[in-house]
């Protein structure tokens, strides 16, 4: 069972990146042309929220890029290393980066129009989302550094 962990979270990244650039690439354009069809008060909208739902790809993307370095690092039994400390710190500056930035547009786009409670819900859950990861990823590192530091002294003593 363990030999088969890593390779099912990693493919579980790899799903779940494609997933989400799939919908980012397919879904979205589609949608905000709705979106601007049926209601013509956001019309002018639609090129500056796609052009910031892709700029978040970017926290996104590096966040599983560090979570799938992650996992190579555990896989060479090296997880108790300054690179597992750096991969999960990464990971956890990344899931808070992201949380700002919806934060920041969601209050901005509040300003201009009304959000509709569906993409209030959504935005809201990408939110907690982002901050629980990056509370995870925080508490672990956190944990790690502790490990590292008790081994060191384990070390040091033998």
């Known amino acids: 069972m363990k030999k088969f962990a890593i390779p099912v979270l990693r493919f579980g990244f790899i799903i779940g990146a494609g997933i989400v650039l799939l919908i980012c690439a397919t879904v979205l354009p589609e949608l905000a042309e709705f979106y601007a069809k049926i ?3 956001w019309a002018y909208l ?3 929220l796609l052009a910031a739902i892709y700029f978040t790809l970017i926290p996104f993307m590096a966040a599983v890029f560090f979570a799938m370095k992650l996992t190579f690092i555990i896989q060479r039994r090296e997880e108790f290393s300054e690179d597992a400390v750096f991969c999960l710190k990464a990971v956890r500056i990344c899931a808070l980066v992201l949380a700002i930035m919806y934060i920041t547009g969601t209050v901005i786009l509040s300003r201009l129009v009304d959000i509709s409670p ?3 819900l959504l935005v809201l859950l990408i939110i907690l989302a982002s901050v629980m990861v990056g509370s995870f990823a925080g508490i672990l590192e956190e944990l790690l550094r502790k490990v590292i530091g008790y081994k060191e002294e384990i070390e040091l003593t033998v």
């Open 46 to 48: 639609k090129y500056p």
């Open 118 to 120: 569906p993409i209030g």
């Open 39 to 41: 209601a013509p008060e």
